[in-house]
Every structure is written in structure tokens, then in C-alpha cells.
């Protein structure tokens, strides 16, 4: 099991661009999550998936930003015309359906510029 | 939206000191983590305590559990330098759906 892996690790974006960040949960993991973390701070909730299905979206801004869990694939994390305030780490974690412990993936660092 | 909040901010201890970092929350959960963080890392999950428990033990770590002041402390005996990373306390609430919710952090710093 190969753990959560998420790409790409660095990703720089000119303002205006789109960013696209994927997120392949560990094997026979259905939950999704995604956090955003900006310098010296803590884990922001973002987004949480199930295959499918977007159950809680709360903590993701209402423009720009959009993800999605397909049936087959990777979890995306998609953000449009990227801002300065972008910049962060986003980092995704998976859960088994009932599990307690959530798994992380090493992050994706996207800068814009 | 419930959020954890860790103290100290910071911490710089001599190695071989242990060190104590907290956690407090706001509304009641099933359980509490505590992860740590690697300087331009991902998260590692350290050690789980669910709302019925009181205290629990890993090697070096020992939390404790008080659900009744709605707080959480991390001990990590006998530090080393390895130790130095930012701690961070996750609280999985009764009515979040799985949803784990972060603190800002305690970075240690273990001097050699």
C-alpha cells in the first residue's frame, strides 16, 4: 500500500492560470479530504468526498474553487484563475469507510507568481 | 465552526526535558489526534484518545484526555532532536461527518 499520494509536490502558477491538484487515497479508502495549510499555521478544512459524492463543502471558498472524487481516478482539486492568496499547501487525507485515523498525503505546494 | 487551540505557540526545550504542549476544543467529539508535522511535510499520525478515555500511552508520548474542561495535553518524554517539528491536535466532532479539525500548532524545537 503505497499510502496517499498527491501531485505533483511543487506546482507554481502564474496569476489568471488554473491549478489542478490530484489525490489518490490509499488503497480500498471511499473518504476524501482536503486541507489547506498557509505558512505557520494550521490545517484549514476544505472539501470532503466520498466516490461520487461531495458531502461537506463548507470550508471551500464558493468561486474559483471546485473537486470532485470519480468513480475511477483520483480525487481533483481544481482551483480557476489563481490569486496570490492562493499559495499554500494543500494536503488531502483518506479514511476508510468507519475508520477513525486519517492518512496524509505529503502535500502539493502551489505558489503563484 | 469548533477549532482546536494548542499552547505554547512555540517551544524550545534542551534535549532529554520533556516537553508539554495542550489542547483545548469547544464542542463535544468522538476522539482526539494528535499529528505531527515535519518542516515542509505532510501530517504523521501520532496517537488517538476517544472521548471515553482518559489518558493513553506510545513509546515516548502520553496523552490525556479531559472531556469535562474540553481539553487534551501531549507529553513527549526524554525529547531529541528528532522531536523537532510542529505538533498539531485534530478533534473529530459528534456532528462533522468525519471531519477532522486542526489547531494552529505547537512548534518544538529540541536542542542538541
Redesign the interface.
Known amino acids: 500500500n503505497a499510502g ?1 499520494m498527491q501531485n505533483p509536490r511543487h506546482l507554481v502558477r502564474r496569476r489568471g492560470q488554473e491549478a489542478r491538484l490530484r489525490c489518490s487515497p490509499m488503497k480500498g479508502h471511499s ?1 476524501v ?1 482536503w ?1 489547506r495549510q498557509l505558512p ?6 476544505m472539501v ?1 468526498l466520498q466516490k461520487e459524492n461531495i ?2 463543502e ?1 470550508g471551500m471558498p464558493k468561486e474559483r474553487f471546485s473537486a470532485e472524487f470519480p468513480k475511477e481516478g483520483p480525487s481533483i482539486l481544481r482551483i480557476q484563475q489563481v490569486v496570490r492568496g492562493d499559495s499554500a499547501a494543500y ?1 488531502c ?1 483518506s ?1 476508510p469507510f468507519g475508520g ?8 502539493t ?1 502551489l505558489t503563484v507568481v | 465552526s469548533q477549532q482546536g487551540e494548542e499552547d505554547p505557540q512555540a517551544l524550545s526545550i534542551q534535549e532529554g526535558e520533556n516537553a508539554t504542549m495542550n489542547c483545548s476544543y469547544k464542542t463535544s467529539i468522538n476522539n482526539l489526534q494528535w499529528y505531527r508535522q515535519n518542516s515542509g511535510r505532510g501530517l504523521v499520525h501520532l496517537i488517538l484518545i476517544r472521548s471515553n478515555e482518559r489518558e493513553k500511552h506510545s513509546g515516548r508520548l502520553r496523552v490525556t484526555l479531559d472531556t469535562s474542561k474540553k481539553s487534551s495535553s501531549l507529553l513527549i518524554t526524554a525529547s531529541r532532536a528528532a522531536d523537532t517539528a510542529s505538533y498539531f491536535c485534530a478533534t473529530d466532532a459528534n456532528n462533522a461527518g468525519n471531519m477532522l479539525t486542526f489547531g494552529g500548532g505547537t512548534r518544538l524545537m529540541v536542542k542538541p
Not at chain 1, 505557520?40 to 478544512?45: A, D, M, N, V
Open positions: 496517499v473518504h479530504y486541507y505557520e499555521e494550521g490545517l484549514k478544512f470532503y458531502i461537506d463548507s494536503f487525507a479514511k477513525t485515523e486519517a492518512f496524509f498525503g505529503q502535500g505546494r
